[in-house]
């Protein structure tokens, strides 16, 4: 699993204290993108994999109360 070191590092270069938000749409972007890391981390400890990639797609917001689905796909690379 990621190091809280790692996971902090890559708060701190996303969410830096002495900058604003642009908009909740970039901040939601990196929030993804954060867990995107995560995961990748996490898989990439598994015995035998040599390459992970993780997509995470977030719906966009919609004005309605409806649920709007989020999908994640994985690619993994391992030694068989």
Do not use: C
């Amino acid at each position: 699993m990621a190091s809280l070191a790692a996971i902090m590092s890559l708060w701190i270069k996303y969410f830096p204290s002495n900058k604003l938000v642009t908009s909740p749409g970039k901040e939601m972007a990196n929030v993804v993108y954060i867990k995107e890391q995560q995961l990748e981390s996490m898989l990439r400890h598994m015995e035998r994999v040599i390459h992970v990639d993780v997509n995470i797609a977030v719906a966009a917001p919609s004005n309605d109360k409806s649920i709007n689905p989020s999908s994640v796909s994985v690619f993994i690379k391992y030694f068989s």
